[in-house]
């Protein structure tokens, strides 16, 4: 089935610098992907949704100039976290749809960010 | 208005025995989707089961059912047989529309504790 590839799995950042996560499609093209957030025991929240070669969709309350989302090509998405303090602390995920299958969704591994 | 509702923030089962978790959804789209998704401490997301809205049948995938009760919108998951590995946290999703740019919406969860 469809693979997305998700690094880091884990990063510890300091409070103030940038943290790029990378999602990989290995083995279909994903034109979209999307981005989600979840603090611990909590649900997943969208936050934005990439498209390749075009700018992110942001959900309502998500800083797209924190949150810059990078899309260049058909299977590499990007979020970098900038500027990162102690509240952007959580687990960060991105999906995409499976064209295995045709309904589903393919999941990454996820990015647990502490920011110290 | 939450679109995806699950009441149940735990729920506890002994081996063997049968568990349901409720979810219920809100949309006026007559073309969705549900999810159900299983995601352990390590925190990845484990897709179980797909009911389409147009669906007559109710899913099934081994252990995994979906009762599908299309008026009353609800999509519930029942795992019989629970083992010690179904300890998790799961929730309950919904892609909105059929178009392949739709994010999933995802309910609250419900943590499942399965104890011998």
């Known amino acids: 089935g469809a693979v997305v590839s998700q690094h880091p799995s884990w990063v510890i950042c300091k409070s103030g610098t940038s943290v790029k996560i990378e999602c990989r499609s290995l083995?279909?093209?994903?034109?979209?992907m999307f981005w989600y957030r979840q603090f611990p025991k909590q649900s997943l929240m969208l936050m934005a949704t990439?498209?390749?070669?075009?700018?992110?969709?942001?959900e309502q309350g998500v800083e797209k100039d924190k949150f810059l989302i990078n899309h260049a090509s058909l299977t590499l998405s990007t979020l970098t976290v900038t500027s990162a303090h102690p509240e952007d602390s959580s687990f960060y995920i991105c999906?995409?749809?499976?064209?295995?299958?045709?309904?589903?969704?393919?999941f990454g591994s996820g990015t647990r960010l502490t920011v110290v | 208005a939450q679109k995806i509702t699950q009441t149940q923030p735990g729920m506890f089962v002994q081996e063997k025995e049968a568990v349901t978790l409720d979810c219920t959804y809100d949309?006026?789209?007559?073309?969705?989707?549900l999810f159900w998704y299983k995601q352990p401490s390590s925190g990845e997301m484990i897709f179980l089961i797909y009911?389409?809205?147009?669906?007559?049948q109710n899913a099934t995938e081994g252990r995994y059912s979906l009762n599908f009760q299309k008026a009353r919108k609800s999509a519930n998951l029942v795992i019989s047989a629970s083992q010690l590995g179904d300890s998790a946290m799961y929730f309950c999703?919904?892609?909105?529309?059929?178009?392949?740019?739709?994010?999933?919406?995802f309910g609250k969860g419900t943590t499942l504790s399965v104890s011998s």
């Open positions: 949309t006026s789209d007559q073309s969705y989707g």
């Open positions: 990439s498209n390749e070669g075009s700018k992110a969709t942001y």
């Open positions: 083995d279909f093209q994903a034109t979209t």
């Open positions: 009911q389409g809205s147009y669906d007559e």
């Open positions: 999703a919904m892609r909105e529309g059929g178009q392949a740019g739709t994010a999933l919406i």
């Open positions: 999906s995409a749809r499976d064209t295995w299958t045709g309904y589903g969704y393919t």
